[in-house]
């Protein structure tokens, strides 16, 4: 089912969402003498009362909205099944606005060309006429998961890897990437992995995992050769790992000479057969490869098993990190955590840092890296590797 955008022929709602009153004022001004009809809001909460009661045909979205930004707006717009387009405007950087912008389509919303500020009234006009970028997934039965021909995606190369950046709590530099897979499907835009994805112990598992391996060292080669190599980290399920050809095609893939990367194994995968994880783990120990426990705490496996292995790293899942800051049992968990990577020499990860406060906390609890939206989203290996380039040149967290 295609995406039409409304008909231009009749008067359409549009909403402006800015917390500033004059440039909200003047994208109204721009709107109306298009012929359409502008309303405009300050704050994210009556805007999205409005959406719910009065949907409008457009949506012009600034990306900083004081206490709010538009990636909550944008998980709003889609738990409202929002239907009508979407466009995005602000001062922050182009890169900045193409990551808000993938957010969107990831959500399924019809998403128009973006906008920097300052623009021009006919850009504006121009925007508003365009056609979506993608098929918003409201299009589909409610609730209902994609139908995707996996095979087809492998095929025809519609799987692609995301990278959020890892950051040195010390440096407050990036340290490192997390492969997260994609798919960019033709016709419903980019779709996250938990609408793609089969069920675990499934035969398709392979070849995706086969395909997260050979990108991401393909990028780590990029990177190398580009002089600004880093770790990379992929998430690979222990089925994949711990079958017999595992070693040989990491020795296929892996660049010569690279020792960044560090795979990433759930706690309850490793649990299951500790035995043959500790093999693997020597094996890729020789080959200057890392392994680090996903989402730690969540599967409450045996400690001691556990740390029978060479591990690099402990990842603390974000359910702990969240509100660690105010939650006073939430904390000794993750100071729990920090104290047991000390006491094996390994590093400590805290993922989904979303607020200044769990910053403070996490760095003071001792954690030594940390992933989140509060430092960056996941975003295409292009913008990677320019936030790497301006982070070696500056010396500053990029992204």
């Known amino acids: 089912m295609q995406q039409s955008m409304p008909d231009l022929s009749r008067q359409n709602l549009v909403y402006v969402l800015d917390d500033d009153p004059e440039v909200a004022s003047l994208v109204c001004a721009i709107v109306a003498s298009s012929g359409m009809l502008p309303s405009s809001f300050d704050t994210p909460q009556p805007f999205l009362e409005s959406v719910k009661t009065t949907p409008p045909d457009f949506v012009v979205l600034d990306i900083s909205l004081g206490k709010s930004d538009a990636v909550e707006v944008i998980r709003k717009l889609d738990g409202l ?3 009508g ?54 299009a589909r039965t409610a609730n209902a998961k994609l139908s995707i021909d996996l095979p087809e995606a492998l ?28 798919l960019r499907h033709p016709e419903h835009g980019v779709i996250s992995p938990g609408d793609f994805l089969p069920a675990p112990l499934d035969p398709l598992f392979e070849p995706i995992s086969i395909f997260v391996l050979s990108a991401a060292m393909k990028h780590a080669q990029i990177l190398i050769d580009q002089k600004v190599e880093t770790k990379i980290s992929i998430n690979m399920p222990a089925s994949f790992v711990m079958r017999p050809g595992f070693i040989s095609d990491i020795r296929l893939y892996l660049p010569k000479g690279y020792s960044g990367l ?62 660690c800051s105010l939650d006073p049992l939430k904390r000794v968990v993750c100071q729990t955590v920090v104290d047991l990577a000390r006491s094996f020499k ?11 406060e769990e910053l403070n906390s996490i760095v003071e609890m001792g954690f030594d890296t940390a992933q989140g939206y509060l430092f960056a989203r996941p975003m295409v290996f292009e913008s990677f590797v320019e936030s790497l380039v301006r982070n070696a040149e500056s010396g500053q967290l990029g992204g």
């Open 262 to 323: 560090v795979l990433e194994i759930t706690e309850d995968d490793v649990i299951r057969d500790a035995k043959l994880i500790r093999e693997v783990a020597t094996q890729l120990k020789i080959l200057n490869v890392g392994m680090s426990i996903d989402d730690f705490g969540v599967a409450q496996a045996s400690l001691a098993r556990l740390m029978e292995l060479p591990w690099v790293e402990l990842k603390l899942d974000r359910s702990f990190v969240s509100g």
């Open 85 to 138: 387009g979407l466009l995005l405007f602000s001062g922050h950087s182009q890169e900045i606005l193409a990551e808000v912008h993938a957010i969107g389509l990831a959500h399924g919303l019809a998403m128009l060309p973006t906008l920097h500020k300052p623009f021009h009234s006919k850009e504006l006009k121009t925007r508003l006429n365009a056609k979506p970028e993608a098929v918003p997934h409201y």
């Open 346 to 356: 390994i590093s400590a990860c805290a993922e989904g840092v979303e607020t200044p």
């Open 155 to 182: 095929e025809k190369k519609w799987l692609e890897l995301w990278y959020q950046p890892k950051i040195d709590l010390k440096s407050r530099q990036i340290c490192g990437g997390e492969a997260l897979i994609r």
């Open 81 to 83: 099944a929002y239907r």
